[in-house]
């Protein structure tokens, strides 16, 4: 997982997607399949920004976005409205299942908060092999 500023998520975004604004997280899947599957890419001020609009906590939003891209590196998407309900139905039971985060996890600038956000985003890439055959 790399975190990048907003003007490197841009031009990362507009490269690779043809989309000329900073998104809050890109995923590069592999071509072979070694034990890691693909780099994730995070903007944390994006993802702060929609934390903030959304009344989320931060580091919940941060677990979700990792989810979220460690399903696209899997070959999920949310083009079709089909394939929306099941990555979001996929989603939803990971971090049911494995990503508990209250709502006083909201910054991470004490280190216990990043301790528990690296922790939980831990517990979700894990859930990920977990839960996949449980979910069709």
Not at 32 to 38: D, N
Not at 52 to 81: C, I, R, S, T
Request: aromatic share 6%; proline share 4%; hydrophobic share 40%.
């Amino acid at each position: 997982i790399r975190l990048v500023d907003a003007d490197e998520g841009q031009e990362l975004n507009s490269e690779y997607r043809g989309k000329d604004y900073a998104t809050n997280v890109l995923s590069f899947p592999y071509d072979t399949e070694p034990v890691v599957t693909g780099d994730l890419v995070i903007c944390p001020s994006v993802v702060a920004r929609e934390a903030a609009e959304q009344n989320k906590p931060l580091a919940a939003h941060y677990a979700h976005l990792v989810v979220h891209g460690m399903l696209h590196l899997q070959g999920f998407d949310h083009e079709a409205d089909a394939d929306a309900e099941l990555m979001e139905a996929r989603e939803r039971a990971i971090l049911a299942a494995s990503c508990s985060i209250s709502d006083s996890e909201v910054t991470l600038t004490s280190w216990p908060c990043r301790i528990a956000v690296a922790s939980a985003l831990a517990r979700c890439a894990v859930a990920t092999s977990r839960i996949d055959d449980s979910i069709d």
